[in-house]
């Protein structure tokens, strides 16, 4: 079983890539926790989690959701448990903070992974999309690297654990991601432009969380409920790029995968 979290489409690609490489059921995250979160494993079942790197942690909805999960099996321990992440760049403690909330449910990973992809994260000034020639060439290097993923996640190899960290993996992670959890993940700067707006309602459809009410017609509105996790997926499908989060996505891309 993989249970998945996706914005831009990076870390829905390498699930459903990962399931049938496995031949196991990709859970979408925001659509399992409108149930009971509960699941109950068949034997050997491998129990699996892929998510895109938000501050250098997992993001919110991810830990929320491992936090409450609830999982059937004689020997729960017996199961490999893996964990893939997405990043732009590096993941800091990622891996460590999912282990936290893992053992909370009493799991902890047997092996974990991080793919460099395409960088969809626009909130801050220094931070853009890639260039059309480094975004291709981060799809190609990880379709190969995902391939090799796979192949150890088949054959359930413990420890193996090829991630990107950088030079201050805990000041990212625990400093830096706390100041990003507690303020940047927030809907309030997302604004329209009401001169490119033409009301298709995409914005809304792709929002992975619903935070975004509208629809075919309708002005797209964000309800500031606090269920916002800073995806920018609303931003990056916007066809006629009428979406702005304040002013640190001006004239800056747009990205997702299809």
């Not at 109950?40 to 991810?62: C, Q, S, Y």
């Not at 409450?68 to 903070?97: E, F, W």
């Not at 192949?151 to 990003?180: C, D, M, Q, Y």
Request: charged share 25%.
């Amino acid at each position: 079983m993989i249970f998945y979290f996706s914005g831009t489409g990076n870390s829905k690609w390498a699930a459903l890539r990962l399931a049938r490489a496995t031949g196991e059921t990709a859970r979408f995250i925001p659509t399992a926790m409108k149930d009971q979160c509960a699941y109950t494993l068949k034997t050997a079942e491998r129990i699996g989690f892929v998510f895109p790197v938000h501050g250098w942690r997992p993001p919110l909805i991810v830990r929320r959701f491992v936090r409450g999960l609830k999982l059937d099996a004689a020997d729960l321990r017996s199961h490999y448990c893996y964990a893939l992440c997405t990043a732009g760049d590096d993941i800091g403690l990622t891996m460590d903070c999912l282990n936290e909330d893992l053992a909370c449910v009493g799991l902890q990973t047997d092996a974990a992974f991080s793919l460099k992809m395409p960088n969809s994260y626009v909130g801050l000034p220094f931070m853009d999309t890639d260039g059309k020639a480094a975004e291709a060439e981060k799809l190609r290097q990880a379709a190969l690297q995902l391939q090799d993923y796979a192949e150890r996640i088949v054959r359930r190899e413990k420890g193996a654990s090829p991630v990107h960290l950088s030079h201050w993996p805990r000041t990212n992670s625990r400093f830096l991601g706390a100041v990003f959890a507690k303020w940047l993940v927030t809907d309030k700067p997302f604004r329209v432009d009401e001169a490119r707006c033409v009301k298709c309602g995409i914005c809304a459809n792709v929002c992975p969380v619903g935070n975004v009410e509208g629809g075919y017609r309708l002005r797209p509105r964000w309800k500031h409920d606090g269920s916002c996790v800073s995806c920018f997926a609303c931003y990056h499908h916007c066809p006629h790029h009428a979406i702005e989060y304040g002013w640190a996505t001006r004239r800056k891309g747009q990205y997702f995968l299809r």
